[in-house]
């Protein structure tokens, strides 16, 4: 059986491009909905959200494009 991907879901400040991690270890499918959730609930005027391999960003990391 192959391993599943995990995900985090990272939001990003836009004016600090700090990493703040919102949630670990998600399927792609959890993480697009919980990325998609953070959008509607708290808009994009500060930070964005986005998903990415886990373990990729810690709590705190700057940003990397």
């Keep these: 059986m192959k391993k599943q991907q995990l ?3 990272v939001a990003v400040s836009l004016t600090t491009e ?3 991690l919102i949630a670990e270890d998600k399927t ?3 993480a ?3 990325v ?4 509607m609930r708290r808009g ?4 964005f959200f986005t998903e990415v391999r886990a373990g ?3 709590e705190g990391d700057k940003w990397k494009s």
Excluded: G, P, S
Aim: aromatic share 8%; no cysteine.
């Design 7 to 9: 995900y985090d879901v």
């Design 44 to 47: 994009v005027e500060e930070e």
């Design 18 to 20: 700090k990493v703040r």
């Design 28 to 30: 792609e499918r959890n």
């Design 36 to 39: 998609n959730m953070a959008v």
């Design 56 to 58: 990729t960003y810690k």
């Design 32 to 34: 697009e909905a919980i």
